[in-house]
C-alpha cells in the first residue's frame, strides 16, 4: 500500500514537471501564494478583496447560466426572464444569486476602497494599484448600468432613458455619442442588443484584465497594512520579511472566515428578501417596458444614489453659492495659509478659472460634470494626501474629523437619492455636496495639520 502511494506521488511529481516545463505554474503559484510575504497583522478589513473576487466569479458563472435562456429582443426580453423565473429549474436562484448579488459586489467594494483610505493603501509606492482599482470601479458601475437595463422593466427602460440622456450636456459630441449608444433615437431593441453585447462580453473581459493588472501590480509592491509599515524594512537573513507570513495557508484559510459570514448575509437575501423592500429590485420593474408609462420616481439602484444625488442638487441657486465658497475659501487660504507666493498664485488663478466655468452652462450640466467629478476625484487621493503617516491609527484628529463628515455626506446622498425631490431634501443634498467636494478639496490642508501619532518600527500584531 506505501508503496502503491509512492508510485502516485511520483507520478503526480512527475505530471507537475511536465506541466511547468512548458507553463510555469508551480512558479506562478509559489510567487503569488505559497510564497508570497503578507504582513501578518491583517485584520477583517482585508476580508473585502478577497470578497471582491468571489463576487465576479459568481456573476460570471450565474451571468452564464441567465444567458442560457434569455432573449436580447425588445419583444421577448421581459417574457425571457419571467420564464427564468417560473419555468427554468431553479432559474429563480440563479437570477436572485446574480441580481443579489449585483448589490453585494458594490458593498465589498465599497467597503475594500474605504479600507484602502484609513490605512494609507493609496499611498507611495501603491499609487497604481489604487489607479487599476478606481478604474475597475468605473467599469464595474458601466458594468452594473449595462445589465440594468436587461430585464427590460419599467424602471429599467426610463433609468437608461434619463442616464444616456446625460451625455447631451456634452459640447459637439454630445448628440452624436448619445445617438451611438442608443444605436437610435430612443430606447429601443438596438440599444438592449448593444447593452447585452457590452454586458456579456466587453465589459467582463475589461474587469478580469483589471483585476489581473491590479493583482500583479499589488504583488510587485507588496501589500499595505493597518499600520501603513512596509514589512521589508526588516528581513532575516535570507531576505524574508520578521513581519510577514505565507499568504497560504495562513490567510487562505483567514478569508475563509470572512466568506462563511459573508455567504450567512448574501444567501439570506437572496432566500428571505431578494428585492429588500425595492432597494434590490424596484417594484416598477416587475412590469415589462413602457414608452408611454412613466415611473412616479426614476431613480437607480442604490450603489449609484450618491452621485445621482449630486446631480440633482446642482440647480442654478446652487452654482451660485458654490461661486461664493470658492471665493471664500479662497480668500480663507490666501489670508490664514503660511504659503510660498507660487501656492498662493495657483489658489488666486484656480479659484478664478472655477468661478468663471461656473458662470456658464446649465444646472443639468454642471449636475453631469459634479456627478463625473465626484467619481474622478477617487484618483487623485494619492496626490491629495498630504499626511506625514498612512494609517488612521496615527493620522491626526483633523483626518479623522473629516473622514467621518465625508462618511456622513455620502450616506445621505445615497439616502436622498432613493427618494424624491422636495425643496428641503434639495436644500440637504447641496450641502452634502458642498461637504463631499471639501473632503478632497480640502485634503492636502487637514491632512498636514494636527499631531499625528509616533508610528513603530515593526508592524503591532496581537494573536488570534
Not at 483589471?210 to 499600520?227: I, T, W, Y
Not at 470658492?326 to 480668500?331: L, N, Q, S
Not at 473632503?439 to 513603530?456: C, D, H, Q, R
Request: hydrophobic letters at 50%; aromatic letters at 16%.
Amino acid at each position: 500500500m506505501a508503496i502503491h502511494r509512492h508510485n502516485n506521488h511520483k507520478s503526480a511529481n512527475a505530471f507537475m514537471e511536465w506541466i511547468d516545463a512548458r507553463l510555469p505554474v508551480t512558479k506562478v503559484w509559489n510567487e503569488h501564494l505559497a510564497e508570497y510575504m503578507a504582513p501578518k497583522n491583517f485584520n477583517f478589513w482585508y476580508f473585502f478583496g478577497s470578497l471582491a473576487m468571489l463576487m465576479l466569479v459568481v456573476q460570471l458563472v450565474t451571468g452564464i447560466f441567465l444567458t442560457m435562456h434569455y432573449k436580447p429582443d425588445a419583444q421577448l426580453a421581459f417574457a425571457s426572464v419571467e420564464y427564468i423565473m417560473r419555468d427554468v429549474p431553479y432559474g429563480w436562484l440563479v437570477r436572485y444569486l446574480h441580481s443579489t448579488g449585483a448589490s453585494m459586489f458594490f458593498i465589498v467594494v465599497y467597503l475594500h476602497m474605504f479600507r484602502g483610505v484609513i490605512y494609507g493603501s493609496h499611498r507611495e509606492p501603491r499609487e497604481l494599484v489604487w489607479l487599476i482599482g478606481c478604474v475597475i470601479f468605473v467599469a464595474l458601475m458601466a458594468e452594473a448600468f449595462m445589465g440594468y437595463l436587461l430585464p427590460w422593466g419599467n424602471m429599467s427602460y426610463w433609468g437608461a432613458q434619463v442616464i444616456i440622456s446625460l451625455f447631451d450636456v456634452i459640447p459637439y459630441f454630445g448628440p452624436m455619442l448619445t445617438e451611438w449608444i442608443r444605436g437610435d433615437f430612443v430606447i429601443s431593441d438596438a440599444t438592449l442588443n448593444r447593452f447585452f453585447a457590452f454586458h456579456v462580453i466587453l465589459l467582463p473581459l475589461i474587469l478580469v484584465a483589471l483585476v489581473f493588472l491590479h493583482l500583479v501590480a499589488l504583488h510587485h509592491v507588496g501589500s499595505n497594512n493597518p499600520d501603513g509599515i512596509d514589512i521589508y524594512d526588516h528581513v532575516d537573513e535570507d531576505g524574508k520579511p520578521l513581519d510577514g507570513i505565507p499568504f497560504h495557508p495562513y490567510y487562505t484559510v483567514h478569508d475563509l472566515v470572512g466568506v462563511c459570514g459573508f455567504l450567512i448575509v448574501y444567501l439570506g437575501l437572496v432566500f428571505f428578501a431578494p428585492d429588500l423592500g425595492g432597494i434590490l429590485l424596484e417594484k416598477d420593474n416587475f412590469a415589462p417596458a413602457n414608452s408611454l408609462q412613466t415611473p412616479t420616481d426614476i431613480v437607480p439602484l442604490w450603489y449609484f444614489t450618491p452621485y445621482y444625488s449630486i446631480l440633482r442638487a446642482s440647480t442654478s441657486d446652487f452654482l451660485f453659492y458654490l461661486q461664493l465658497i470658492t471665493g471664500a475659501a479662497a480668500v480663507g487660504m490666501l489670508v490664514l495659509g503660511k504659503y510660498q507666493l507660487k501656492t498662493k498664485a495657483i489658489v488666486l488663478i484656480g479659484a478664478v478659472v472655477i468661478i468663471g466655468f461656473l458662470s456658464y452652462g446649465s444646472g443639468k450640466a454642471w449636475g453631469v460634470i459634479l456627478m463625473a467629478a465626484a467619481i474622478v476625484m477617487f484618483f487623485l487621493l494619492p496626490w491629495l494626501d498630504r499626511s506625514p503617516v498612512k494609517s488612521i491609527r496615527y493620522r491626526s484628529m483633523p483626518f479623522k474629523i473629516a473622514l467621518a463628515l465625508f462618511l456622513i455626506a455620502f450616506f445621505v446622498l445615497g439616502y436622498l437619492g432613493m427618494n424624491s425631490p422636495t425643496p428641503a431634501r434639495t436644500m440637504v443634498a447641496q450641502i452634502c455636496t458642498v461637504i463631499y467636494f471639501a473632503f478632497f478639496a480640502l485634503m492636502p490642508w487637514f491632512t498636514s495639520i494636527g499631531k499625528t501619532k509616533p508610528v513603530p518600527e515593526r508592524v503591532t500584531f496581537t494573536p488570534h
